[in-house]
């Protein structure tokens, strides 16, 4: 199976029951604990890597975040989370509580951090940001020995038996059949999941390093044709949106992000400064059906996963074909 049987059920049995009870629902919290990071890569927000450790959110009230959300996965982010103080408590506490962690790591930290300190388990994901091969990572990270080093964790990850996946942000340079080649040396490494998305323009980064709508359907019709041979996890639905085939509904409610600032809106991608101290007066406060439409202008190039994969999937389950292509698809591997 393409995700483990255990972690899909979850998902199904969360999404039908919130279905029944309105359309809008979230299905993943972006816990962002702290937004210190040893990098500065090109294309993340300033904010994200620049706050104080001092500054960082306590395990209570990132567990309180996650119960406010009501969501079976959470993905614990950054900043960088090697550097949370308390990311063992954190990743106990979620556990306990049946939440399935997406942990998004650089990997330079994790053999010091993680390994030998928080055991595997079936509710931990290792994923790996991993843009491209050697001299791409390099350039995205600003820094040298950073593919290497993130190559060997992710090859320690596997051997001491952490369900591990890798994070790739296309951009306007990515050499689509250099990710190819990416993707045939982690599966090679037996890797779990490989989760290839567009990335988003934010405000803040002032390089001109991200893609135009044109781009993105150029880009992902070729990685749409290798996709099949390898663990992709986007889904058929958002791979067509991607590629121009299709029309979609942003859903910015169904990734919900919570920082050390608060809950912040409409969308974890767009550089405002709104944010809301608790979960209700946010949710009752954001114009969903404003940002549904993406006609903002900051939106007009998004494609991002965490926007559109939850709208895909729900129209593709709406076609007997479509549902007997995304079971193909979720058996094939």
Excluded at 177 to 182: D, G, T
Excluded at 203 to 225: A, G, M, N, P, Y
Excluded at 229 to 254: M, Q
Aim: a negative charge.
């Amino acid at each position: 199976m393409r995700f483990p049987f255990d972690f899909t059920l979850k998902q199904a049995i969360h999404q039908a029951k919130m279905s029944r009870q309105g359309r809008r629902y979230p299905t993943v919290c972006m816990l962002e604990p702290l937004y210190t990071c040893n990098l500065a890569c090109r294309g993340c927000s300033t904010e994200r890597h620049t706050g104080k450790l001092s500054d960082r959110l306590s395990v209570a009230r990132c567990l309180q975040a996650v119960e406010e959300a009501n969501v079976p996965i959470v993905s614990v982010c950054g900043g960088e989370p090697m550097l949370y103080p308390e990311l063992p408590e954190l990743l106990s506490e979620l556990i306990a509580r049946d939440k399935y962690i997406i942990l998004c790591t650089n990997a330079q930290l994790l053999d010091t951090k993680l390994f030998g300190i928080v055991p595997p388990d079936r509710h931990l994901f290792v994923n790996v940001h991993l843009d491209g091969m050697r001299k791409t990572q390099e350039y995205v990270c600003n820094r040298s020995g950073v593919w290497d080093r993130a190559i060997a964790m992710i090859r320690e990850s596997k051997q001491r038996g952490y369900i591990t996946v890798t994070n790739c942000t296309v951009f306007k340079e990515t050499d689509v059949n250099e990710l190819e080649e990416l993707c045939q040396l982690l599966t090679s490494l037996d890797i779990d999941g490989i989760f290839i998305s567009p990335g988003y323009h934010y405000e803040s980064v002032k390089e001109d390093v991200f893609l135009t709508q044109k781009e993105i359907e150029d880009k992902f019709k070729v990685i749409r044709e290798f996709a099949p041979k390898y663990k992709i996890t986007a889904t058929p639905p958002f791979l067509d949106f991607c590629c121009g085939e299709t029309e979609l509904d942003c859903a910015p409610y169904s990734t919900v992000n919570f920082t050390p600032k608060g809950w912040k809106a409409p969308c974890y991608l767009i550089n405002t400064d709104r944010y809301y101290p608790d979960f209700k007066t946010f949710w009752d406060s954001v114009d969903w059906e404003y940002w549904e439409k993406h006609t903002d202008q900051r939106c007009s190039n998004c494609r991002m996963h965490s926007g559109f994969e939850q709208n895909a999937v729900a129209k593709a389950m709406q076609n007997p074909k479509e549902i007997l292509r995304l079971a193909a698809w979720q058996f094939a591997h």
